[in-house]
């Protein structure tokens, strides 16, 4: 991941061994970056992306396309 990301948000089941690995995986390689495990758009909230500009979305292999442009979705209404 880049050096210049600020946030990474990481879609999918939270009982996902794929998921939760890629969370995981995150939080161990970005020490300078958040990094949030959401399962739906509630899970979101101002305060996760406030005063970053560059946020990174991945997801785990079974989570459905739907629930990823949900949560992008709401991220480009948070940043506004």
């Known amino acids: 991941i880049e ?11 939270k009982n996902s ?7 995981e995986i995150s939080l161990n ?14 899970d979101l909230n101002l305060d996760m992306i406030a005063n970053k500009q ?5 997801s785990g292999t079974s989570t ?3 629930v990823i442009d949900s949560i992008y979705k709401k991220l480009e209404l948070l940043s506004k």
């Open 3 to 13: 050096a210049d990301v600020d946030a990474v948000c990481v879609v999918g089941n």
């Open 17 to 23: 061994s794929n998921t939760k690995r890629l969370y």
């Open 29 to 42: 390689n970005n020490k300078k970056a958040s990094t949030y495990l959401v399962s739906s758009e509630s």
């Open 54 to 58: 560059h946020v990174v979305i991945t």
């Open 64 to 66: 459905p396309l739907e």
